[in-house]
């Protein structure tokens, strides 16, 4: 089992950047794949990004791609999203996930990105 917590929300305004970090623990994070999505108010949790594991290949919806970028170091148990371009539509609570094999089965509390116009 993983453990995730997230950090790194919070304020900014359009055109600006932020980057979240996810820290995890257990010992599986080295082979799991890591992802965030988010929730905006009223909306469905959505896939942003994901990296895998093996060979580090990244995944990114068609809305962030080009404006985000996801990383990871297994040495640190760590796993990154670098946000910039932001527009207000990515307002949302962000999650941390890992799974293998791209099923996340393990969450974070969430944290918050507000974008302001």
């Known amino acids: 089992q993983v453990q995730l917590v997230e950090s790194g929300g919070g304020l900014v305004q359009a055109g600006g950047s932020l980057r979240l970090s996810c820290a995890t623990s257990?010992?599986?994070?080295?082979?799991?794949?890591m992802g965030w999505f988010r929730q905006a108010a009223g909306k469905e949790r959505e896939f942003v990004a994901a990296?895998?594991?093996?060979?580090?290949?990244?995944y990114y919806a068609d809305s962030v791609k080009g404006r985000f970028t996801i990383s990871r170091d297994n040495a640190k148990n760590a796993v990154w999203l670098q946000m910039n371009s932001l527009k207000p539509e990515d307002t949302a609570v962000y999650y941390c996930?890992?799974?293998?094999?791209?099923?996340?089965?393990?969450w974070g509390q969430g944290t918050q990105v507000t974008v302001s116009s």
């Open positions: 996930a890992a799974g293998p094999d791209l099923k996340f089965g393990s």
């Open positions: 990296i895998n594991w093996s060979d580090s290949s990244t």
């Open positions: 257990g010992r599986t994070f080295s082979s799991y794949a």
